[in-house]
C-alpha cells in the first residue's frame, strides 16, 4: 500500500493504492471490500497518487502510463481519474489525460 485516507466523514471507509490498484477497506468489518485493477495489457501504468474529498465521497488518481514504442523513447501519458461519488465500480469515471515528454517532464496540451 503506497497511501490511504479516510473516504467518508464518519471514518468508516478507507480509501488506499498500490502501483496498480485502487481499494476500499471498511473499517467496521475489518477488510477490503473493494478493489479496482487500474493497469491495462498494452500499457505499463503506475498509480502515483490519490486524492479524496470525505464530504462527497470523491476519489480521484494520478496514473502514469508508458507504452513502450520500437522507437529510443517510451511515449508517456498522465491520466486523472475521478470518481465522483466514490462507486469505483457503480460509476463511469471521469478520464483525463495528458502527454507528457516523460515520467516527469513537461505536459502539453
Known amino acids: 500500500v503506497l497511501g490511504a485516507c479516510f473516504a467518508d466523514v464518519d471514518n468508516e471507509v478507507v480509501a488506499f493504492y498500490t502501483e496498480s490498484v485502487v481499494g476500499l477497506f471498511s473499517v467496521d468489518q475489518g477488510r477490503i471490500c473493494l478493489k479496482q485493477k487500474l ?14 474529498n470525505p464530504t462527497h465521497g470523491a ?11 520500437g522507437a529510443s523513447r517510451s511515449q508517456f501519458q498522465n491520466l486523472i481519474i475521478v470518481w465522483p461519488t466514490g462507486q469505483l465500480q457503480e460509476e463511469e469515471p471521469l478520464k483525463i489525460s495528458v502527454d507528457a515528454a516523460g515520467p516527469f517532464g513537461s505536459s502539453s496540451l
Open 39 to 52: 493497469s491495462q495489457q498494452r500499457v505499463q501504468s503506475v498509480v502515483r497518487h490519490m486524492a479524496v
Open 59 to 69: 476519489i480521484a488518481v494520478f496514473v502514469e502510463v508508458s507504452n513502450p514504442s
